[in-house]
């Protein structure tokens, strides 16, 4: 059973920062993040792999970081906000192990790609 939840998010302003956090019960060799807004498709925002490598949607690269922490714990560091980031964000571990860029091209796909947490709500002003 995959269990995810997610902490950190909250309003912020244009130009602030946020940092997502997700405990996993246990290790994921791919893991990522997702967002979607009301009435919007859900968009793959950063992904992590087992290597390490990470994969970024354009809308968001040199903006936000993915990364892991101790305790099964995966990290979305959001810099220079925007209001269209406004959405809930999930993080999401897919079926299969796949590559940074598979697994961010898999969360956009708009299909069954594996599990995520609850969510939560990012709001910039």
């Known amino acids: 059973h995959v269990q995810l939840v997610e902490s950190g998010g909250g309003s912020a302003q244009a130009g602030g920062s946020l940092r997502l956090s997700c405990v996993a019960i246990?290790?994921?060799?791919?893991m990522g993040w997702f967002r979607q807004a009301p009435g919007k498709e859900r968009e793959g925002v950063a992904a992590?792999?087992?290597?390490?490598?990470t994969a970024y949607a354009d809308s968001v690269k040199g903006r936000f970081t993915i990364s892991r922490g101790g305790g099964n714990t995966l990290y979305l560091q959001m810099s220079s906000l925007k209001p269209e980031d406004t959405a809930r964000y999930y993080c999401?571990?897919?079926?299969?192990?796949?590559?940074?860029?598979?697994?961010?091209?898999?969360?956009?796909?708009?299909?069954?790609?594996?599990?995520w947490g609850q969510g939560t709500q990012v709001t910039v002003s």
């Open positions: 992590i792999d087992s290597g390490g490598s």
């Open positions: 246990s290790h994921y060799d791919s």
């Open positions: 999401a571990v897919p079926y299969l192990d796949l590559s940074a860029i598979q697994a961010l091209s898999t969360m956009s796909s708009g299909g069954d790609f594996g599990y």
